[in-house]
């Protein structure tokens, strides 16, 4: 298949694992930040290409994983309401909450329907003029724009049942917290699709301030194992840079017009990370003119705080301090149909992807 | 497990398993391993018998039908516990309001494949609910065959030893994606059939030629992947295979890639997995590949001493991994 298949040949593989393991020269690690990084390395199989002395560990990428118990809670409450239909993308649905979940509320008869765009959510909301619809906006730079969009086209057609519930984040405040709190690394793997978005230029921050480079990757063993070549070679000449390996797909300055969208509909607001609590200015909230839409304004609901299960380690897992087999919970209590912290319940969450490929290897 | 039967129980992954077990085999006591069809013996005869209950949405997709697939899966359910499928009987639940003209079509589309399969239709039973109480038609049937004594030990895997091949007759898929296109109106530039067949006479004519086929299986809900760790489960050895030489079409690839989805543990109705003995591989592929249903047909791995009692994926890019179980419902990637 075009476009898929140069990325995977295997002589190219070959030459690159070949290179990595002629360039190394100390041990490394380096941390990918992206939850589609994480599944495609272990989908792959990539740290089984590695030398042992290279390190690849998970940080806070999937937008699942980082999302609060009070954001499940709400939208259940929500749920519970007859006039509401509820719109998520599919893997938040499995999300515990601190009593149920959206697929238990689903079962029980709640009205609550997987969609793959806002612009699906929308549609919904027109075919369904008496009751109002809640699309559960979750993710980072990459779909925050679909949202942006969505909530436009709202606004230019006049809707008055939809609404959204936002947890959309953005990436650089967290990798800067996990840096500042002192995850030891050698560089980041940064994410190709934030970054298609963005440009490259948010991750100047990291070698100006924090003397680490980053490679922004592509998501196909060849990005993946080119990258990890580049971020070795930057530790060995002491050059750390933002370099980008996806090029095909980013570029310094990104999508000018999806940014447009984006700042036009949010701005930037504090926002609570599971595992790291409140980061400030790294969550995206409706701007004052587009209110009207936001869930929160218009139907608020109180959410009691809840704990966490104490023996769940999700926060060092996030912060790329522990592995999930360290985790007492791991493969015993906690495994994908039965999720005690969300790095379980995503596709993408590093405890998922390590149940799902590395269990008992 | 929950309070509440919720979808993950029917996607015939580790949720439907543990339904089974916790349910069903408590209430009824069926004998370990479980295999897709039963073998009854009376008199020093043995036939088979197997059930299935067909919900497809929508009862109409590219390559089949309701219908067609409640066929093929009681024929292919028999087929592969080694059996020669006989008898059909179908039960029909109907929503008022069903158009008459489809429920022609459906059955007549069954009579067609049933002729192909040289299986009679003997008996059935219809019910019509109200509108609403069951989503347009719903269709059970039931299968039985007889069963020679010298094949009783495909369906339990008995005679499965390190180093027996493993094959399946082509790509891997077609079905699931082909209902997932219907059912949300995807176009694809290139059309996705479903693969739906009765492969009974394919089936017939490897066994007929080779004593060294030790399992087959049918690669349906859970896909390859599901099948593969059922059998995992079932023996004391391990399996491994090798990602680039199971068969996927372009387009199942391309919607796979987009999508999210791992072809592995995508459902086929005409696609079936042989464990056969080490040395037999090349007749088996041989008689495959000559029949339109086999034609694309592939080794794809090997039974082997280490790993035991798990799935080794030797992955396309050269790594290995854990090929799992598959859990929950395939669902789209958020990010």
Known sequence: ???????????????????????????????????????????????????????????????????????????????????????????????????????????????????????????????????????????????????????????KEHFDNFFLLSTHKVMPPAMETLVKEGT???????????????????????PEKYNLGCVITGFEPTDLLQSVLMLTEQVNRNDPRVEIQYSRAVTVEGNIAAQKHMKEVFKPCDAYWRGFGMIPESGMTLRECFEKFDADNFMPVPVIPHEENGMCICADILRGLKKPDECPLFADTCFPENPVGACMVSGEGVCNTWYKYKRAR | ??????????????????????????????????????ILKKAGKAFVLTTDAYVVDPIFFPGGNIGKLSVCGTVNDLAVSGAKPEYIACSFVIEEGFPLS???????????????????IVAGDTKVVGKGKCDKLFITTSGTGILNNEREHISTGSRIKTGDKLIINGSLGNHSIAVLGARNNLSFSTPVESDCASLNRLISRVLDKCTEVHFMRDLTRGGLAGVLNELA???????????????????????????????????????????AGAGSETEILNILRSDPLGKDSALIGEITAENKRMVILNTSAGGSRILDMPSGVQLPRIC
Request: hydrophobic share 40%.
């Open chain 2, 233 to 275: 489960e079932m023996r004391e050895e391990g399996i491994s295979v090798n990602e680039h030489s199971v068969p996927v079409d372009e387009p199942v690839r391309g919607v796979c890639e987009m999508l999210g989805f791992d072809p592995l543990y995508l459902a086929n109705e005409g696609k079936i997995l042989i464990v």
């Open chain 1, 184 to 206: 030891k690394l050698d560089g980041f793997i940064c994410p190709g699709h934030v970054a298609a978005v963005t440009g490259s230029s948010i991750f100047n921050f990291l």
């Open chain 2, 102 to 120: 489809d429920l022609i079509a459906i059955t007549g589309s069954m009579a067609e494949e049933a002729m192909k399969a040289d299986v009679k």
């Open chain 1, 1 to 155: 298949m075009k476009y898929i298949d140069e990325y995977r040949d295997k002589g190219l593989i070959m030459m690159l694992t070949d290179r990595i393991a002629r360039s190394v020269k100390r041990d490394y690690t380096f941390m990918e930040v992206c939850g589609g990084h994480t599944a495609a390395i272990h989908r792959f199989g990539i740290p089984s290409l590695l030398p042992e002395n290279i390190k690849l560990i998970s940080g806070p990428g999937c937008p699942v994983c980082v999302t609060g118990t009070d954001f499940i809670d709400k939208a259940i409450i929500y749920s519970e309401r007859e006039d509401v239909i509820i719109t998520t993308f599919g893997d938040l649905i499995r999300v515990p909450g601190s009593a149920s979940s959206l697929e238990k509320q689903k079962a029980a008869g709640a009205d609550i329907r997987v969609v793959f765009s806002g612009l699906e959510a929308l549609a919904i909301a027109k075919s369904n003029p008496g009751q109002k619809i809640i699309f559960l906006g979750i993710g980072f730079e990459t779909t925050a724009p679909g949202t942006a969009v969505t909530i436009k086209q709202a606004e």
């Open chain 2, 1 to 38: 497990m929950n309070n509440s039967i919720s979808l993950n129980h029917g996607s015939g992954g580790k949720q439907t398993h543990e339904l089974i077990r916790s349910v069903f085999v408590r209430s009824f006591g069926m004998p370990e391993p479980l295999t897709d069809s039963a």
